[in-house]
């Protein structure tokens, strides 16, 4: 997923002094019945490898709430 994004569907977040690109995306869990935000974070907004992803199954949560937790 994280390659398929491109560069304008990524969206800027601060955290502090830096600035980080993330994507979101809700995905069911294959062989279940579960869904889950997936959060792809990139440290420069070309970048292909994506540096962190945080996966929950809080949907309602917004980015930044994701991160400080």
Known sequence: MARQRPGPAKKPVRVGHSRY??????????????V?????????RGEAEASKALVSQ????????MVWV
């Open 21 to 34: 690109w993330y994507c979101r995306k809700q995905r069911r869990i294959p062989d279940g019945k579960q």
């Open 36 to 44: 889950v935000r997936m959060v792809l974070f990139w440290k420069e």
């Open 58 to 65: 809080r949907l309602p949560w917004e980015v930044m709430r």
